[in-house]
């Protein structure tokens, strides 16, 4: 098939984590710079003789800061939920974990990051509540399934 996706080695899940790990890392760092910034800004808001100015500049900025801080969290249990994934086990059905070959994508059942690039593979790294992935959990090697219109074939699930 011209579609057909080369083979991944089952092994390549630890390193899929670990690319996932990196990119979670480097987004958690992004969100406490903004965090921070955004608490610099609202506490240097100096007042003005423009009176409501002040307060207005200095709520802005702490719900910058409240939004970059629940970002944060978020990715921060997203980490966390990754940590749990046993990337050696081998599955047969998809849940939790499991990483699925289809003629056209490659998906990982683990936290919400979309797609991810290893070894000249992308991978969509999907959360188990996400649209796609309740369509493919509980389904096995050889299932098709469908998703927005398009049919498609699982090849492997490991």
Same mark, same amino acid.
């Given at each position: 098939m011209e579609n057909t996706i080369p083979y991944l080695c089952p092994m390549n899940k630890t390193e899929l984590a670990n690319e996932c790990k990196m990119l979670l890392q480097h987004k958690m760092q992004e969100a406490e710079a903004a965090m921070k910034a955004a608490q610099e800004s609202a506490n240097s808001n100096e007042k003005s003789s423009m009176g409501d100015k002040y307060e207005t500049g200095r709520a802005m900025g702490q719900l910058d800061r409240d939004m970059h801080a629940k970002r944060l969290a978020a990715l921060q249990i997203d980490y966390r939920n990754l940590l749990k994934i046993d990337t050696q086990l081998q #599955?047969? #059905?998809?849940? %939790?974990?499991? %990483?699925v070959q289809t003629e056209t994508l490659w998906y990982w059942i683990a936290v919400a990051l979309g797609p991810v690039l290893l070894n000249q593979n992308k991978v969509m790294v999907l959360s188990p509540q996400s649209p796609i992935a309740q369509v493919l959990i509980s389904k096995k090697q050889g299932d098709t399934f469908a998703f927005n219109g398009k049919k498609s074939e699982i090849l492997n699930v490991f």
């Open positions: #599955q047969n #059905q998809i849940e %939790l974990g499991a %990483l």
